[in-house]
């Protein structure tokens, strides 16, 4: 690689950059590199930790297994793959001037990187497309678990294809190969993009790569969820006059709140990759065409490795987007979180079985106490027991009707009104007095709203 005739020592990386360019290389610095190795050690544990227990937790729960939700495990499987490869691999590099890691890793770490930008921007771009014609067509059938995996593994394909050539642009050289024959090399080895033909070539692909893994996908996205939520705003159940009637005023703000968090999670997806993929992707432009401002050739490795940084986090974004969206929503009211009845139930089986059963006498059934409290509290347990009993098949009789109505296999794309009713229930008397209890059922005909 050009060592020559010149049998003396290395020069170091920091010191080349130093004399050459007389630039000060800031990540040489201890401090710099302390804030560095916190920063990707964070997102090497947390995105460990997060990615990988999204997959457990899709692995442990058969509700998770669904086809939209292949796509989200596909972004999740990208984020892992940047954990175990570009988190701890890039800062030791950069901060080290020196590949340590063999010629292999030299090919696989970059296109793993590049890889992961195409994967992660065309599923989201898949799971925009699918909401998309759900929401614009709701009798549609939606995406199968076939048509998803399909789709999956058609993305990977075409997105290994793409980066085939910088894969192989890439090579291990060593210190020699950034000096003229006879000059003192530079010490350690270097992965390198050292295969491209001329730098128009690098620069008409890098194109074509931005245009295909960002920008394309983001003018898609951003196209379906414009349509998305103007489509939402102008069906939500609110502004339909058939139903806005019908609403509480705390069910118009739920909905409200639920159009609301709908709207977050959808702009929340689209503007998290932009945000955080936009710095290195800039950065990688600008050093393609050789049009760096000032400020970047002053510090050639400390901007594009704090814009690594920034894309990087991506890896703990995506677990709490993940989470966010299929998370049931919580009902903020213990009296909605636990109904009357199952209140009743609880209370009264415990104190049953601390009072009523100590208070039997021998050979009495423990089902019958001769204490008349312990009477008291078996008979508002029985009858709390009975109203869960009624509701439940209530609920049941009535999601049946309604999925025999609209069809088994898709509920009503409107939200019903919940009815409520009182059952008043008189127990028979003990020690001479009637006792009546009131218990309010409230029942929702189609159960939890599906969360997309």
């Known amino acids: 690689m050009g060592t020559g005739e010149w049998n003396g020592s290395c020069i170091p990386m920091q010191s080349f950059i130093k004399d050459k360019h007389n630039i000060h290389d800031v990540t040489a610095d201890v401090y710099v590199k302390t804030i560095f190795i916190i ?39 990208t984020d892992l793959l940047l954990v175990l490869t570009a988190v701890p691999v890039t800062p030791w590099y950069a901060l080290t001037k020196d590949w340590q890691f063999g010629s292999a890793m030299c090919h696989l770490v970059p296109l793993s990187n590049s890889c992961s930008v195409f994967v992660t921007s065309w599923s989201l771009t898949a799971i925009s497309i699918d909401k998309f014609l759900h929401i614009m067509d709701p009798t549609k059938a939606p995406v199968s678990k076939r048509q998803a995996s399909f789709i999956t593994t058609f993305i990977w394909s075409v997105s290994t294809l793409i ?7 890439f090579d291990l050289v060593d210190g020699g190969y950034y000096v003229k024959e006879g000059e003192a090399p530079l010490c350690g080895r270097f992965c390198d993009e050292t295969k491209w033909a001329s730098d128009s070539a690098r620069q008409l692909y890098g194109t074509i790569v931005m245009l295909l893994q960002f920008v394309v996908p983001m003018l898609i996205i951003s196209f379906c969820y414009f349509m998305i939520l103007n489509k939402v705003a102008r069906d939500s159940i609110i502004q339909n006059a058939q139903f806005c009637h019908s609403l509480s005023q705390k069910q118009r703000i739920d909905a409200v709140n639920r159009k609301k968090r709908v709207n977050y999670i959808l702009i929340g997806m689209v503007a998290t990759f932009i945000i955080c993929w936009l710095p290195l992707t800039v950065v990688n432009i600008l050093k393609d065409y050789k049009k760096e401002p000032d400020f970047l050739k002053k510090s050639a490795i400390f901007f594009p490795l704090g814009a690594h940084v920034i894309a990087m986090s991506l890896v703990l974004w995506n677990p709490l987007l993940f989470f966010w969206l299929t998370r049931k929503q919580k009902r903020l009211n213990l009296s909605r979180i636990i109904n009357t009845s199952d209140i009743l139930g609880q209370v009264g089986g415990y104190l049953v079985r601390r009072f009523g059963a100590s208070s039997s006498s021998e050979g009495e059934s423990e089902t019958e106490p001769s204490n008349p409290i312990g009477a008291l509290l078996m008979r508002v347990t029985s009858f709390a027991s009975r109203i869960s009993s009624l509701r439940r098949s209530t609920r049941s009789r009535r999601s049946s009707k309604a999925n025999s109505s609209f069809g088994s296999s898709r509920r009503p794309t409107f939200t019903s009104t919940p009815f409520t009713t009182t059952l008043d229930s008189e127990i028979p008397p003990i020690n001479g007095r009637p006792l009546i209890i009131k218990s309010t059922l409230s029942v929702n005909p189609y159960g939890e709203k599906e969360m997309l």
């Open 39 to 77: 920063l990707y050690s964070f997102l090497f544990l947390f995105g460990l930790l997060g990615n990988g227990g999204v997959v457990l937790a899709m692995c442990g729960n058969r509700r998770l297994r669904s086809a939209r939700n292949i796509f989200l495990l596909n972004l999740i499987i």
């Open 163 to 169: 980066n085939y050539p910088y894969f192989l642009s």
